[in-house]
T-cell receptor, first 114, second 115 residues
Framework: QQQVKQSPQSLIVQKGGISIINCAYE??????FPWYQQFPGKGPALLIAIRPDVSEKKEGRFTISFNKSAKQFSLHIMDSQPGDSATYFC?????????????FGSGTRLQVQP | KAGVTQTPRYLIKTRGQQVTLSCSPI?????VSWYQQTPGQGLQFLFE???????NKGNFPGRFSGRQFSNSRSEMNVSTLELGDSALYLC??????????????FGEGSRLTVL
């Protein structure tokens, strides 16, 4: 019940295209769904996050779509740029406990070709 | 504001040895958590400390332990190292409590190689 499944494992997109990464979770107690971006040699950095009371959240070129009934959420990167080339991780947590124990997806390596 | 600082950044140990990794959280952050990152298993939660108390633990053997000091700095220790312990160990700090976003701020990690 703690799993978060992420796909695809790798993704190649042309500059200006849309990158889409999908995640599915099992534990219905999860109520916080962040996306992290990680560049080689660096730690993950929060990109955008959503709570299940909204179906979509947009920040610049990054959008999270959330489907509570299907227990799925996805990251859309519009107008993808070579600088977006990184590994992306979805994650989930229960915020009501106040604890910080993220369950991460397996990661998606995104390559944006110029 | 300084970020999360982890030391050492790189280290090489042999099987059977032990290792201690250090983490200094962002000033004012009292929650520190540790994650192990490997190509095969991805990012896995090790444990979380708040106010010098471990309040959450992942599914790792007892060889993995940690502690937090009164200044919120944290250390993790791995005893009797195995080849499979080779990984990037990431520390993350955050503000505690349920009223905030719960954003984790990660350090750049300590890369451990076990020979």
């Amino acid at each position: 019940q703690q799993q978060v499944k992420q796909s695809p494992q790798s993704l190649i997109v042309q500059k200006g295209g849309i990158s889409i990464i999908n995640c599915a979770y099992e534990n219905t107690a999860f109520d916080y769904f962040p996306w992290y971006q990680q560049f080689p040699g660096k730690g993950p950095a929060l990109l955008i996050a959503i709570r299940p009371d909204v179906s979509e959240k947009k920040e610049g070129r990054f959008t999270i779509s959330f489907n509570k009934s299907a227990k799925q959420f996805s990251l859309h990167i519009m107008d993808s740029q070579p600088g977006d080339s990184a590994t992306y991780f979805c994650a989930a947590n229960r915020m009501d406990t106040g604890r910080r124990a993220l369950t991460f997806g397996s990661g998606t390596r995104l390559q944006v070709q110029p | 504001k300084a970020g999360v600082t982890q030391t050492p950044r790189y280290l090489i140990k042999t099987r059977g040895q032990q290792v201690t990794l250090s983490c200094s959280p962002i000033s004012g952050h009292r929650s520190v958590s540790w994650y192990q990152q490997t190509p095969g298993q991805g990012l896995q939660f090790l444990f979380e400390y708040f106010s010098e108390t471990q309040r959450n633990k992942g599914n790792f053997p007892g060889r993995f332990s940690g502690r937090q000091f009164s200044n919120s700095r944290s250390e993790m220790n791995v005893s009797t190292l195995e080849l499979g312990d080779s990984a990037l160990y990431l520390c993350a700090s955050s503000l505690p409590g349920t009223g905030n976003t719960g954003e984790l701020f990660f350090g750049e990690g300590s890369r451990l190689t076990v020979l």
